[in-house]
């Protein structure tokens, strides 16, 4: 009787067939690698990418005892390492844990994964996702995501990362061709599809960012992250009932996440509603108790209240947590009231972006 890697093996091996390829040595050796020998481990490694790619916090953390169930099974599985980097990455970057929890976690998975494989791109892309976002170390982030792209050209999330990446650097075009090209490699990736509306948004072209994101919606109605883009570029572009309609939509779908009302907040704040922001303001303290709200978030709706000071409170303790949100301070439009501020200057120095 065959066992899974058998059948994953004529799988593999037909598609390549029906796609006209012919693959010789190192290529077909690459294609047919099995990182694990053992079918249960394998199981639970896929089980968790699974729940990974829901991108709600109940599918991280599941992903992430799928993933700790792999490596029990088998400690020296680079993918299940690599599945705890990317599952504490994407933990961090929707802020549902605090960042100086999760990205160290991130890069010390991922380092581990590519100590047992150094061939492994997905590792490097992932170390190189915390080295921007956490460690703001903008140098080595660089040269680490182009090494993951130079081991695997067609590795979609690695051109996703550098199109993140490039994005933070304010160098717009060039972060617009890697998600172009992230969905080249990837036609159906929501996140890919949903990424590129997000790099319209912060290049300021809200048009196409509208337009795109309207696209991934259509691939998955349910899929939060979207309509939160989606609500904050309507909010940028002034139609302030889209906005509220879009963010509305995705607090539900995210079970509440506290990112999301936040930006709720912000537009009613730009609207003049100021005892809704309030009342979210009051909202994120009480979930605050229990789980992590980020103070970047809070300071953008005190800097759409007005209350600058209050905004630079808060932006002081999101500096403290090392928020991966101040990356964003060189091309963020929620900051832009707060960009001929002594104190924003300073912030972006300390955080070290370009000025």
Not at 63 to 74: G, H, M, P, V
Not at 75 to 80: G, M, R
Not at 251 to 268: D, E, K, P, T
Request: hydrophobic share 45%; with cysteine; charged share 25%.
């Amino acid at each position: 009787m065959k066992d899974v890697f058998d059948v994953q093996d004529e799988i593999t091996l037909a598609v390549v067939g029906a796609l006209k390829l012919r693959l010789l040595g190192d290529a077909r050796e690459e294609v047919l690698k099995r990182h694990t020998e053992d079918s249960a481990a394998y199981q639970a490694y896929l089980e968790g990418r699974f729940y990974w790619y829901k991108r709600s916090i109940d599918g991280l953390n599941r992903s992430i005892e799928c993933f700790n169930r792999a490596l029990k099974i088998d400690p020296s599985y680079a993918l299940a390492h690599l599945g705890l980097a990317d599952s504490y990455n994407i933990l961090g970057f929707y802020t549902m844990r605090p960042p100086k929890e999760t990205f160290p976690q991130a890069k010390a998975a991922a380092t581990k994964a590519l100590g047992i494989d150094p061939s492994l791109a997905e590792a490097q892309a992932s170390i190189a996702y915390a080295l921007f976002y956490h460690e703001w170390d903008w140098a080595a982030a660089d040269a680490t995501v182009r090494q993951a792209i130079a081991l695997k050209p067609d590795y979609a999330i690695a051109h996703q990362y550098y199109g993140n990446f490039l994005t933070l650097m304010a160098r717009f075009e060039e972060a617009l061709d890697e998600f172009r090209r992230t969905i080249k490699l990837d036609p159906l990736s929501l996140v890919g599809n949903a990424a590129l509306g997000w790099g319209y948004y912060f290049a300021r072209q809200y048009d196409q960012s509208i337009e795109q994101l309207r696209k991934a919606i259509e691939l998955d109605r349910n899929f939060d992250t979207a309509h939160f883009w989606l609500g904050s570029v309507y909010a940028e572009s002034e139609m302030f009932t889209e906005a509220i309609d879009e963010l509305e939509t995705a607090v539900g779908l995210s079970g509440n996440r506290a990112g999301i009302s936040a930006s709720l907040g912000y537009v009613y704040a730009l609207t003049g509603e100021r005892a809704k922001a309030s009342q979210i303001l009051a909202e994120l303290a009480e979930i605050s108790r229990e789980k992590y709200v980020s103070p970047y978030r809070i300071a953008n709706i005190h800097t759409a209240l007005g209350d600058n000071d209050e905004a630079f409170a808060w932006l002081e303790r999101a500096y403290d947590d090392r928020s991966h949100l101040l990356a964003f301070l060189n091309v963020d439009p929620r900051v832009d009231f707060l960009r001929g501020d002594a104190r924003f200057v300073d912030l972006v120095r300390r955080v070290g972006l370009p000025q």
